[in-house]
């Protein structure tokens, strides 16, 4: 059973794209969403997190955006670089164990 | 650098071996958290430990087990291992039993294949 859904499963864009990355979640219990950024070879980071009282939240070139009411998250990456190259997570806190779910990941490539 | 250490690296062994992956949490951390990461399923946790005992369980085969010692590593067991545990096993650490904002810090992995 997923509880987050995540979309796209690839990303390619070119230098200065905007990509967006989306999920979804079902259990209300969730009450924090962090964003993991996973470079090759790496283990998986915290870039960026909110909380579900909060509709944007932005650091550097980095903005979540959400919807409690839809029960869905997104993150934006402006002036997109090919340094960030990467996978991206989306997660989601809370629940019956307190545990970090993760969704199943989004590999970007973003082209010079 | 997390400052989670993960050996091995790589193992590669065969159906039916089993295998112990070793974790060191970051200093002052006392929590230990395994995840098993596949290409189809992601990153899908396997389970907690706090302070030597079990915290939580996710989807952990009942072939695989770990534990925490008192110097706080974390070895995970894989036996009866098939083609399907193939797959990068990542350790991360926290300081509390539980999170608060989300925020674990993860080793480089241990690529596990199984021939």
């Known amino acids: 059973q997923q509880q987050v859904k995540q979309s796209p499963q690839s990303l390619i864009v070119q230098k200065g794209g905007i990509p967006i990355i989306n999920c979804a979640y079902e259990?209300?219990?969730?009450?924090?969403f962090p964003w993991y950024q996973q470079f090759p070879g790496k283990g998986p980071a915290l870039l960026i997190a909110?909380?579900?009282?909060?509709s944007e939240k932005k650091e550097g070139r980095f903005t979540i955006s959400f919807n409690k009411s839809a029960k869905q998250f997104s993150l934006h990456i402006m002036d997109s670089q090919p340094g960030d190259s990467a996978t991206y997570f989306c997660?989601?806190?809370?629940?019956?164990?307190?545990?970090?779910?993760f969704g199943k990941g989004t590999k970007l490539s973003v082209k010079p | 650098d997390s400052g989670v250490t993960q050996t091995p690296k790589h193992l590669i062994t065969a159906t039916g071996q089993r295998v112990t992956l070793r974790c060191s949490p970051r200093?002052?951390?006392?929590?230990v958290y395994w995840y098993q990461q596949s290409l189809d399923q992601g990153l899908q946790f396997l389970i907690q430990?706090?302070?030597?005992?079990?915290?939580a369980k996710g989807n952990i085969l009942e072939r695989f087990s770990a534990q925490q010692f008192p110097d706080l590593h974390s070895e995970l067991n894989l036996s009866s291992l098939e083609l399907g545990d193939s797959a990068l096993y990542f350790c991360?650490?926290?300081?509390?039993?539980?999170?608060?904002?989300?925020?674990?810090?993860f080793g480089e992995g241990s690529r596990l294949t199984v021939l």
């Open positions: 200093s002052g951390d006392l929590s």
């Open positions: 430990y706090y302070n030597g005992e079990e915290r």
């Open positions: 259990n209300t219990a969730f009450d924090y």
């Open positions: 991360a650490s926290s300081v509390a039993p539980q999170l608060v904002t989300g925020e674990l810090f």
């Open positions: 909110i909380r579900p009282d909060v």
């Open positions: 997660a989601a806190l809370g629940g019956s164990q307190g545990n970090l779910i």
